[in-house]
């Protein structure tokens, strides 16, 4: 088996080197450039995120209105209101002045 000259291994060292430094630099950019594309995508969720606990907390007051509508319409005083509102309905001795219509 023949040696190969001292220079000739410098040459392939050097060339090596380059190639691998062409391939370190390729994946440098790869990774990098994936590692924007996720950061737009936590900032996307991020903001989704913010949105959508903003349209919980509305869910939830919208939730309390309605339990306290529900316990007012069960109270006396909702279903005089609509008795009068719907039909009419009036008290005992108490006398209703409507507008003439023109």
Known sequence: MAKTPAFRRKKQNKFACFCIAIVVGMLLAVVSIDGM???DKYNTFLSKEAELTK???KEQDRALELKEYEKYTKTKKYVEEVAESKLGLVHDGEVIFKPDKE
Do not use: D, M, V, Y
């Open 37 to 39: 594309r996720l950061q």
């Open 55 to 57: 349209e919980i907390e």
